[in-house]
Structure formats: structure tokens, C-alpha cells
Antibody, heavy 119, light 107 residues
Framework: QLQLQESGPGLVKPSETLSLTCTVSGDSISNSNYYWGWIRQPPGKGLEWIGNIFYSGSTYYNPSLKSRVTMSVDTSRNQFSLKLSSVTASDTAVYYC???????????WGQGTMVTVSS | DIQMTQSPSTLSASVGDRVTITCRASQSISSWLAWYQQKPGKAPKLLMYKASRLESGVPSRFSGSESGTEFTLTISSLQPDDFATYYC?????????FGQGTKLEIK
């Protein structure tokens, strides 16, 4: 059974870089049928798509975050990662990783990890 | 960006009721729309894709339809497990965008 698990610091200082990793178990991240994505949800608010990555490394980012986002994939560890630079309090959110089926719907999600930006 | 507008924001209903949630796209998205259910403290769960296709394992009381740029999620007979927040998402074009959510509450 496919599972995704986010990991990373729960507290990041303003202006620093947020770094998260999603570990995939139960399937290979190199499965060419799927992309992998990040979505975030500020406390009490809705969902915002951050970006997608394919096992080859090709990426699609939300233009609103593109200048600060870097996604990468490590096929040897079956992981993909998110880096968000120059964070502010508005980046405080639950960050989810998810599998993207056929480059459209997010069919499997991680449990989410809360990241707070504060000094 | 394509804006997705859901209505209502909050819906109060009782077990056994038939309820409908609407999602309107700011421009054509063909049928490239998904619906998710989210419970407090949990990740969203995919319910429907391509506007009207039921995700595997999702009860048949959930259904979806479309008319132009307006999409609806219907629950035919509410069950206690259905009280949650529902989001629509378009995947016609980047950036993917979500509706603001509809919270389904117990009356």
C-alpha cells in the first residue's frame, strides 16, 4: 500500500529556507505513471498548490511561489523534496506531499506536517 | 489563473438529507475537475475526478455533474461520516487551483 510521509523542521525563522522531504513507500518514485506534488494549507484556510515534480526531475511550479521554490527528487532514496526560500509568516501552513495521477488529481496524500515561520 | 468559487461556504444539513455543493470556474476547464473531502486534522481525500467519475472505494451516494463552467457535487443521503469540508480543484491548466471550501455541518 502506497504511503507518503513528510519530514522536516516544524519551526523556521523568517528569511530562512524551509526544507521538507517526502518519503514514498509501497511504490517506486520512478513509476512513470505518476508525478509527485506539494500542497499547503495555512491554518483555518484553503488549499494552495505549490508544485509538481517527475522522477526525471522535470518540474512545474505555482507562479506565485516560483521565485522561491525548488523541488528535487532522489530516486535512490525514493524521496522528493521541497525548498522554499525567504520565508515569512505567511508561509506558515500545513505542508502536504501527494501523488499526482496522470498529471491531474492528487490521489494519495501524506498526513501533512505543520511548519511555523517565527523568530 | 483560473479562479474556482464554491457555494455555499457553509451548509447545515441532517443525516439522510440530499445536499449539493457548487463550484464555478472563472473560465472553461472542460471536465478537468476533482472533488476532495477533508476532515479536521486530516489530509484531503480524493472523491471524484474528471467532474463525474467516482474514485475507487468512494460510496456511490457521492456523484458529480457539470454544466459549462459550473460543477456540482451531490451527496444523495448524508451519512454521519460525510460531515467535513469539501474542496473542488481544477487541473485544466497551471497553476492548479482549489475552491475556498464548503464546510458541511450537522444541523
Amino acid at each position: 500500500q502506497l504511503q507518503l510521509q513528510e519530514s522536516g523542521p516544524g519551526l523556521v525563522k523568517p528569511s530562512e529556507t524551509l526544507s521538507l522531504t517526502c518519503t514514498v513507500s509501497g511504490d517506486s518514485i520512478s513509476n512513470s505513471n505518476y508525478y509527485w506534488g506539494w500542497i499547503r494549507q495555512p491554518p483555518g484556510k484553503g488549499l494552495e498548490w505549490i508544485g509538481n515534480i517527475f522522477y526525471s526531475g522535470s518540474t512545474y511550479y505555482n507562479p506565485s511561489l516560483k521565485s522561491r521554490v525548488t523541488m528535487s527528487v532522489d530516486t535512490s532514496r525514493n524521496q522528493f523534496s521541497l525548498k522554499l526560500s525567504s520565508v515569512t509568516a505567511s508561509d506558515t501552513a500545513v505542508y502536504y506531499c501527494a501523488r499526482l495521477r496522470s498529471m491531474d488529481t492528487f490521489d494519495i496524500w501524506g498526513q501533512g506536517t505543520m511548519v511555523t515561520v517565527s523568530s | 489563473d483560473i479562479q474556482m468559487t464554491q457555494s455555499p461556504s457553509t451548509l447545515s444539513a441532517s443525516v439522510g438529507d440530499r445536499v449539493t455543493i457548487t463550484c464555478r470556474a472563472s473560465q472553461s476547464i472542460s471536465s478537468w475537475l476533482a472533488w476532495y473531502q477533508q476532515k479536521p486534522g486530516k489530509a484531503p481525500k480524493l472523491l471524484m475526478y474528471k467532474a463525474s467519475r467516482l474514485e475507487s472505494g468512494v460510496p456511490s451516494r457521492f456523484s458529480g455533474s457539470e454544466s459549462g463552467t459550473e460543477f456540482t457535487l451531490t451527496i444523495s443521503s448524508l451519512q454521519p461520516d460525510d460531515f467535513a469540508t469539501y474542496y473542488c480543484q481544477q487541473y485544466n491548466s497551471f497553476p492548479y487551483t482549489f475552491g475556498q471550501g464548503t464546510k458541511l455541518e450537522i444541523k
